[in-house]
């Protein structure tokens, strides 16, 4: 089993939570989501532990249990009637300061690929340009929320953003030992197969990419639904 540092483990632990909290906090303190959440960082908790993961040579690949139920869970809250209505309700500024978790995100890839558990193409040394993200999400939200600036910040910064999101998943993925891989083979990105960094492609990249689509989603529809003005959505706590 990979041995993760545990100063690296505790601050990778308080990120995630700290990033849960702000979305559970931006659903309006929705108890749903808090189950929902709770009961999937346990079940990604136990396979993590047991180094399950660690076989990227499978058929299907098990990564997919990290990474697809999350998209179903958002897809489905996109194409249903009350998903809509929730992702509606959310709270944009919070979703907006979410990204900030993107900050120690990187930290912590940088500090696992000293550790040798993932390729310097992973970091913010390599081609992985995340942190630009999370380093831009105050002063969006500056502009946008405080200065009362045009929408099209936000809708360009989310947009722009989610590139970088995908960039690095992307790198991410060719970088795991799977039949797939493409780069890292002297040093292969295995730290996501294991606990609790396997919460990076479980829980923390699709609450993020969440947040990305649900405030595009209420910018792009004027949350019609409720009938809000352009001034209330971006004024609104």
Do not use: C
Request: glycine fraction near 8%.
């Amino acid at each position: 089993m990979q041995q993760i540092p545990t100063i690296i483990s505790i601050g990778f632990i308080a990120t995630t939570l700290a990033g849960v909290f702000q979305f559970y906090r931006a659903t309006n303190q929705s108890k749903t989501f808090l189950i929902i959440i709770s009961v999937w960082m346990i079940f990604q908790m136990i396979p993590g532990l047991s180094g399950f993961y660690a076989n990227g040579y499978t058929t299907p690949p098990r990564l997919l249990l990290m990474l697809a139920p999350p998209l179903l869970f958002l897809i489905l809250m996109m194409v249903t009637k009350r998903g809509r209505e929730f992702a509606s309700g959310m709270n944009m500024k919070r979703l907006t300061l979410l990204h900030l978790i993107r900050i120690p995100v990187e930290i912590v890839l940088y500090y696992l690929f000293i550790a040798g558990s993932i390729p310097e193409i992973m970091t913010f040394a390599g081609r992985n340009m995340d942190i630009i993200a999370g380093l831009t999400a105050p002063v969006i939200y500056y502009i946008v929320f405080v200065r009362r600036g045009s929408k099209a910040w936000l809708i360009g910064w989310n947009v722009l953003s989610i590139g970088l999101l995908l960039n690095i998943v992307v790198i991410a993925l060719l970088s795991a030992k799977t039949p797939f891989q493409r780069f890292g083979f002297e040093q292969p990105n295995v730290a996501i197969t294991y606990f609790p960094i396997n919460w990076l492609p479980s829980v923390l990249v699709p609450l993020v990419f969440a947040a990305h689509v649900i405030v595009l989603r209420q910018l792009i529809t004027g949350r019609k639904m409720k009938g809000e003005t352009e001034g209330q959505i971006l004024m609104k706590v």
